[in-house]
């Protein structure tokens, strides 16, 4: 069974910058795929970046290109998104989420099989 812990959200204000970090247990992370989402109150679960399981490639929702970057660490389990110049608009839950399978696509949330359970970023105007 596989879990993965978010961590490293809070409140910052607008411009700013925060760190989540998303530790995994039970799967060694270096031979799977990994993607954020986030979810707003009253919305849905959108994506926002994911990272091949390889590291070669990564993909970003429009909205955050230029401002979050996706990175892993294979030797600690764990996979990172940098957040920079933070909007009011980026305030909501922020999950990790694993896909087993390679080849898929890592935009469309049925593309993973495991989830963390969010971490909440607040960005204040």
């Known amino acids: 069974q596989v879990q993965l812990v978010e961590s490293g959200g809070g409140l910052v204000q607008a411009g700013g910058s925060l760190r989540l970090s998303c530790a995994a247990s039970?799967?060694?992370?270096?031979?799977?795929?990994m993607g954020w989402f986030r979810q707003a109150p009253g919305k849905e679960r959108d994506f926002v970046t994911a990272?091949?399981?390889?590291?070669?490639?990564?993909y970003y929702a429009d909205s955050v290109k230029g401002r979050f970057t996706i990175s892993r660490d294979n030797a600690k389990n764990t996979v990172y998104l940098q957040m920079s110049n933070l909007k009011p608009e980026d305030t909501a839950v922020y999950f990790c989420?694993?896909?087993?399978?390679?080849?898929?696509?890592?935009?469309?949330?049925?593309?993973?099989?495991?989830w963390g359970q969010g971490t909440q970023v607040t960005v204040s105007s």
């Open positions: 039970g799967r060694t992370l270096r031979t799977y795929s």
């Open positions: 990272i091949s399981w390889s590291g070669v490639s990564t």
């Open positions: 989420a694993l896909a087993i399978s390679r080849g898929s696509d890592l935009r469309r949330r049925d593309s993973y099989n495991y």
